[in-house]
């Protein structure tokens, strides 16, 4: 951040005692993490770090200089050994000779790879030539919002020498490559006691004759920026002063849940998106500010941003004074159709003969004064990754227009780099999505044992999972498992009682806002309840009847509801029993419950099919391993139902089977998973037992 609102400066870190222990590579991986650690240094996945070691040859045993240096993709906040590239230099230095010129200079990736030390499988970078070029045997090359304000400015080359003098130098725009690899190596022959330089619209390269030496440089000169703006800035309308107040927290939430679904459904014609809100005090200064929309169509200057974010964000005209949200929804259609006809231009008007075709048209960021951004991505780490990034955009703009006028890149700079051939490469290198990659599930009873296996599911393919679940305790363990296993991005959990309208309806919306809607509803929320029918009281009967077909309709409903605003279509997975088609004594609350909630299914298939909403049904039977409605009254009520001691049920049910075989949690998430994906995508209203066969539960 470069205002006092964040007041601290950036911290040294370094350890030398635990610096001392450490081997060279080592070294490299610690001044990595370590700078990588403060988002205010450089963004995820920027910036890139190296350092030049001697080492044995493997073949020759002599002693070879050797470039490890940040791999394609990395981050540095989280890069271990092996995601560094290694190269032998003598052999960089080498290709020197075989440069033919800035209009060739993209053929020399190509030779990377002949350079490669110790058959080291981890990918070169494109900024592989601006470190090995540079004199010097550490460097690094870092995004700091700081410096980046300061390369973005009008004057930036004057406002480097006002604040480093000689220290920092400066050099104009040149895209990343072997010819501004070699800019820095004449840069540093001719100012050899220079620390670093800003690269215009780009970011910050230090260097240092010791690992510490170069970290430390890296921090005092962003630091001694932050300082200077600080002073520069006191007293200053920051983005021209405030138009607009924000609304209260309660309020903005509450209008992205109405907003993200529909630009969700506007903009996942072609592949779903996920949705991520951000209203903290950086973006709400921003859009609330008299500058928004003159700086916003300016676009943003780093390459990093802009690859993340897209050139410029989509403005959603609103008036927090005069809040109608209803307009905005009715506008958003041709607003999102406006900005795909604006970014078809800006391909159309820069595109080469051998550009790559067009990628998504739809905005990435939209931005919204009284109410924060919203980003949508192909996944939720994306989408909350490139929020952040615009973030970084913010305060850039922040400091570049307060003390000078901010430069975004030209349009034709931009695209180059956004359609780069090289960056297309890398683009189709990239694993193909999953099956349920940015697609939205929510679970009800998601704590349990069909709940979780069914989570678990859902994620191994790349679904976002919302865990819905009355018991809080058990929720919170479920939430804390699955998000070890597949990150915090993809695993939310909200506390629901099916049978409350109100947390129905506010839990949804909480979902709506976390994810940005909902493709997948799993209803599974259950209990089970076993008496002779003259035994069974009204209060056991309503308890059926309100969880297993009240519960089931509100959820059911409210998934619709969010279904018919994205009008992507949608799925819905009820998990039945074998009970509501076969009969079993002492059961008839439970069975009947059942029952109803079948038939509500098949209701349900009949009016969500012209809106290509699906609504399939696994009917379990004798899931007892892992099921919560089994660690209680049933279990007994059931063995005694059946005159047999409770240990002998799940041998009794297996061997009543049809097929003599046992049913556990996993087997009925398949099924699940079945419905929920595309493998099933031309079937409505049927549904699946998996109970090991049973003659009474034939569906035919």
Known sequence: MLDKRTGARLANLWDEAKAQAMSEPELLVYR?????????????????????????????????????????????????????????????????????????????VGFLPHCTFNLNPRAASIDTPLHAYVPKPFVDHMHPDAIIAIAAAKDSKALTGEIFGDAIGWLPWKRPGFELGLWLEKFCLEHPAAKGVILESHGLFTWGDTPRECYETTISVINQAIEWFERRSEGVAIFGGEAVKSLDSASRRAIAAKLMPKIRGLISEKSHKTGHFDDSPAVLEFVNSRNLRPLAALGTSCPDHFLRTKIRPLVIEFDPAKPDVDAVIARLADDVAAYRVGYQAYYDSCKHADSPAIRDPNAVVYLMPGVGMFTFAGDKATARISGEFYVNAINVMRGASTVSCYVGLPAQEAFDIEYWLLEDLKLQRMPKPKALAGQIALVTG?????????????????????????????????????????????????????????????????????????????????????????????????????????????????????????????????????????????????????????????????????????????????????????????????????????????????????????????????????????????STGNIINVDAGNAQSFTR
């Open 32 to 108: 990595s993490n370590t700078l990588g650690s403060d988002k205010r240094v450089t963004n995820y996945g920027g910036g890139n770090t190296s350092s030049k070691i001697w080492q044995k040859d493997p073949l020759t045993g002599e002693d070879v200089e050797v470039l490890w240096v940040k791999g394609s993709g990395g981050d540095s906040a989280s890069i271990k050994l092996d995601g560094f590239a290694t190269l032998y230099m003598h052999k960089l230095r080498a290709l020197k000779g075989l440069y033919r010129g800035v209009e060739h200079e993209d053929e020399m």
């Open 446 to 682: 998601g704590a349990g044992g069909i709940g979780r296996a069914t989570a678990n599911r859902l994620l191994s393919e790349g679904a976002c999972v919302v865990l819905a679940d009355i018991d809080e305790t058990a929720l919170a363990s479920a939430n804390d498992e699955l998000s070890k296993a597949y990150g915090k991005d993809f695993v939310r959990p909200v506390p629901i009682n099916v049978t409350s309208e109100e947390q129905v309806i506010s839990g949804f919306a909480e979902m709506a806002v976390e994810f940005g809607g909902i493709d997948i509803l799993v209803s599974n929320a259950g209990l089970a309840s076993s008496a002779p029918i003259e035994e069974t009281t009204l209060a056991l009967w309503n308890k059926n009847m309100d969880i297993l077909s009240t519960g089931y309709f509100l959820v059911s409903r409210e998934a619709f509801r969010l279904f018919r605003v994205q009008n992507i279509g949608g799925n819905v997975v009820f998990v039945a029993s074998k009970n509501g088609l076969a009969a079993s004594p002492n059961a008839a609350a439970y069975c009947t419950a059942k029952a109803a909630e079948i038939h509500l299914a098949r209701c349900l298939a009949l009016e969500g099919a012209e809106a290509q909403i699906r609504v399939n049904v696994v009917n379990p039977d004798a899931v007892l391993r892992g099921s919560k409605i089994w660690s209680g009254e049933w279990k007994e009520q059931r063995a005694a139902a059946y005159k047999m001691s409770t240990d002998d049920l799940e041998e009794h049910y297996r061997s009543r089977s049809m097929l003599k075989r046992s049913v556990f949690p996993e087997d009925i998430a398949e099924a699940i998973y079945f419905f929920a994906s595309d493998m099933s995508a031309k």
